[in-house]
């Protein structure tokens, strides 16, 4: 496998550049709660300003509804964030007329940036329109994809722009896959922590490790779809039928569930239950003190772990015990003696609140890319950027 790196490009001194990102962070009362993704991104900034490249830049920001704008969902907002992590003036572009976009642009000095508003605020963006597409690509002299965690979706900025642009990776871009396919090649044991809601989100990823993995460690709602199959009460708790039929179809022992879980029963009282314990009014939110040591005896031994989703109902602090353990158990096992990749916006924040984030070797900017890329599906953003030997 070759990644076109923009490290590639010979001649890049003086170029405009369409620069497509993914600065989806959340926002409350007009500030940046978290700007992980914008900060992972900068090298590719710097890198391209040392380069005096004119750069545009590209992002999405929440759902807005296609076509439609929306003042909450105005990239003006993350604008002003990357001014101050840059110490530098970003021009913004307030719609998307390209008379207007392109007077702004021919006022852009080399080693100057300007931010495009949301790009989804473009009902073709969704589409993968391609005169959308050429149209931004009519813009700028090169395209580079720095955006992972939308590369799984066929996007007009992501994914028809290719046609128009030579396209390469940016330097976060290069680092995910590298470490992605780094974990997909690994180092045995492997250990595999799966965890969240949608278990039909999960299935090409388990069943891609099913054989690989030394153990799967099954955590959060997705458990329940699990214990449910195996024939276990899970009382009130979330589940569905297609994710239970799903689950019955599992049958390698390497799959490991909970032995003990954390519940909220009838009166709301918080308690640890074992399996065969739970009542048909209890609601499960987190695994059991069991359950970690059990966990933890695998992810001590093993040389490469990846970890997506949560282990609990991470919303609520009362049921955040079991995740916030993976995460240390996850950290303190990975950089050095183990290859430790942890993806997942939930388990980027659990991991984030151990303050032991240095110490996982990857983490991922993308939570559904990165099941995408390690299940083997397909990614719009990669085609003509990863070439297969």
């Known amino acids: 496998m070759k990644i076109k790196s923009i490290k590639d490009f010979s001649d890049l001194t003086g170029k405009t550049v369409f620069l497509r990102t993914d600065y989806n962070v959340p926002v409350k009362k007009g500030i940046v709660q978290d700007d992980f993704k914008i900060i992972k991104q900068l090298p590719t900034i710097h890198y391209l300003l040392r380069h005096k490249c004119r750069i545009i830049i590209a992002t999405h920001f929440g759902r807005p509804e296609p076509g439609v704008f929306a003042k909450e969902f105005s990239t003006k907002i993350l604008a002003k964030h990357l001014e101050k992590a840059l110490d530098k003036k970003i021009a913004f572009c307030p719609d998307f007329n390209f008379l207007h976009i392109g007077t702004k642009l021919s ?47 066929a996007d007009a900025s992501v994914s028809a722009i290719k046609a128009f642009l030579p396209s390469y990776a940016g330097l976060l871009m290069e680092n995910e896959i590298k470490s992605l396919d780094k974990v997909l090649n690994p180092e045995q044991p492997l250990i595999f922590i799966v965890g969240g809601v949608k278990l039909e989100t999960k299935i090409p990823l388990i069943k891609k490790f099913e054989k690989k993995a030394f153990r799967i460690l099954v955590g959060g709602a997705l458990a329940n779809n699990f214990l449910a199959a195996h024939g276990f009460e899970i009382g009130q708790s979330v589940a ?117 984030m240095r110490h996982v070797d990857w983490i991922s900017t993308g939570g559904g890319a990165m099941l995408s890329f390690l299940g083997g599906e397909k990614m719009p953003g990669l085609d003509g950027i990863i070439i297969k030997k």
Do not use: C
């Not at 993968?128 to 580079?144: C, E, R, T, V």
């Not at 569905?240 to 909970?258: C, E, G, H, T, Y």
């Not at 950290?331 to 659990?350: H, K, N």
């Open 107 to 153: 006022k852009l000095k080399a080693g100057e940036i300007m931010m495009l508003e949301n790009i989804r605020f473009d009902a073709r963006e969704k589409k993968n329109d391609k005169k959308f597409a050429k149209q931004l690509a009519n813009l700028a002299d090169i395209y580079i994809n720095d955006a992972f965690g939308v590369s799984h979706r």
């Open 240 to 356: 569905d039928k297609q994710s239970i039929k799903l689950a019955k179809k599992f049958k390698k022992k390497n799959i490991l569930l909970p032995l003990d879980v954390v519940v909220s029963d009838r009166e709301n009282k918080t308690l640890v239950r074992n399996l065969n314990e739970i009542q048909k009014d209890d609601h499960i939110f987190d695994i059991g003190p069991r359950t970690i040591k059990f966990y933890a005896t695998f992810i001590k031994r093993a040389q490469t772990i990846i970890w997506n989703g949560p282990m609990g109902f991470f919303e609520m602090k009362s049921f955040r015990f079991g995740t916030k353990a993976i995460a240390r158990l996850v950290a303190t096992r990975s950089s050095g003696r183990a290859f430790g990749v942890v993806g997942g916006g939930e388990t980027v924040e659990a991991l984030k609140e151990t303050r032991m």
